[in-house]
Nanobody, 114 residues
Framework: QVQVVESGGGLVQPGGSLRLSCTAS????????MGWYRQAPGKQRELVAR???????NYADSVKGRFTISRDGAKNTVYLQMNSLKPEDTAVYYCNANVKGDNWGQGTLVTVSS
């Protein structure tokens, strides 16, 4: 069983920054990838950024140059540094750990508003 726990959401003004954290625990010795997805009201869940363990990273076009995903392997933790935030970044952000399938966290709300 895999547990995924996110933290770090909140309210920020446009142009501001936030850092999200996500830790995976449990049976994760075959973890393939970890990533961040988001779902805005009335929209489908979409990929924000993903890191393949020992491989590449992927970003949505809408966040390239503003968001950075990183990983601390010793802590089984991934971070999402979000800079130059825009109102359209407002969403619930979900962490995903791919370990023989998708394992999701409970989500953390990010609100970008003045």
């Amino acid at each position: 069983q895999v547990q995924v726990v996110e933290s770090g959401g909140g309210l920020v003004q446009p142009g501001g920054s936030l850092r999200l954290s996500c830790t995976a625990s449990g049976i994760i010795f075959n973890i393939y990838a970890m990533g961040w997805y988001r779902q805005a009201p009335g929209k489908q869940r979409e990929l924000v950024a993903r890191i393949i363990i020992g491989g590449s990273t992927n970003y949505a076009d809408s966040v390239k140059g503003r968001f950075t995903i990183s990983r601390d392997g010793a802590k089984n933790t991934v971070y999402l540094q979000m800079n130059s935030l825009k109102p359209e970044d407002t969403a619930v952000y979900y962490c995903n750990a791919n370990v023989k399938g998708d394992n999701w966290g409970q989500g953390t709300l990010v609100t970008v508003s003045s």
